[in-house]
């Protein structure tokens, strides 16, 4: 029995009073069927390769579509280090011939793909035509959900990865800001329209400390952004996991249209 005002030790690794999950084998349970299979786009870094990793964790079967081919490698491998089954495709989300046969694919060796996460897209750094970037990153979830909903199961689920710089105007380029907003556009029109078939939900990062966002996080502007951040840092790439993996999930199974936002508190000091 223990004595009042005790506590017991953290586990090994965790700062006390840390909540951040791990991926392993203490992961909160969120009920997917062991076996199903989810697409994860972008899945090379950042967001995508630790929601393909939080993915595997939950008994998913994991295929992972990137451009990078040497980055998709590398979490392939890291996910079967850990027990996890993942099908690797290096695919460029804006190429619909693509899009086809890597679902094809992974349709063929594993059988219907339930859930979708379209996180593939351009850094919010990148300097790009605005034409372009609105149909590369709007077009391609368009192209690849559509694609995907021809063959989806019952219970399909979707999450879009769009950002806070979609529902408030900050420092983001122009396009990316146009783009993401449209990105949350979409996924209520999906959630509305097309609720007999998917229930369509979207994420809404911050400051996420991802190789992509590094540079801008180090810069005057980027330090005055996270001097705004009522949690004082980044958030890190399995904290947006996790709330992707939630949306995805039954536990979230009366959640359609939400628009989840994850930016430590940004979004109420603005």
Same mark, same amino acid.
């Given at each position: ?8 030790p /953290? ?12 991926v ?18 972008? /899945? ?9 990793a939080? /993915? ?5 079967? &994991? ?35 693509a ?41 391609s ?10 063959q989806?199961?019952p ?12 529902t &408030? ?17 979409y ?20 400051? &996420? ?59 109420v000091?603005?």
């Open positions: 029995m223990r004595r009042p005002g005790r506590t017991r /953290a586990s090994p690794g965790a700062p006390v009073g840390d909540p951040r999950p791990g392993g084998a203490g992961a909160p349970r969120l009920g997917f069927r062991t076996g199903d299979v989810v697409v994860v786009t972008g /899945a090379g870094s950042g967001i995508g390769a630790a929601t393909a939080a /993915a595997a964790a939950q008994g998913l079967v &994991v295929s992972a579509w990137d451009l990078d081919a040497a980055a998709l490698a590398a979490v392939s491998a890291a996910v079967r280090a850990t027990g996890g089954v993942v099908d690797p495709h290096v695919v460029d989300v804006a190429d619909e011939a899009v086809r046969a890597a679902l094809s694919g992974t349709r063929s060796a594993y059988g219907p793909v339930r859930h979708l996460v379209n996180n593939a897209g351009p850094s919010s750094a990148t300097e790009l035509d605005f034409d372009h970037a609105v149909r590369l990153c709007v077009g979830v368009r192209s690849v959900t559509r694609a995907w909903l021809e989806a199961p219970g399909a689920t979707l999450v879009n990865t769009a950002s806070v710089a979609g &408030v105007v900050g420092t983001a380029s122009d396009w990316y800001s146009a783009a993401k907003a449209a990105i949350v556009g996924t209520r029109h999906l959630a509305a329209h097309r609720a007999d078939v998917v229930r369509a939900n979207a994420v809404a990062p911050g400051m &996420v400390d991802t190789p992509r966002l590094r540079g801008f996080a180090e810069s005057p502007t980027g330090q005055s952004v996270l001097a705004r951040v009522p949690s004082h840092r980044m958030a890190t790439p399995d904290e947006i996991a996790w709330p992707i993996l939630f949306l995805l999930s039954p536990l979230a199974s009366y959640v359609n249209g939400a628009v989840l936002v994850v930016d430590g508190g940004w979004t000091t603005q």
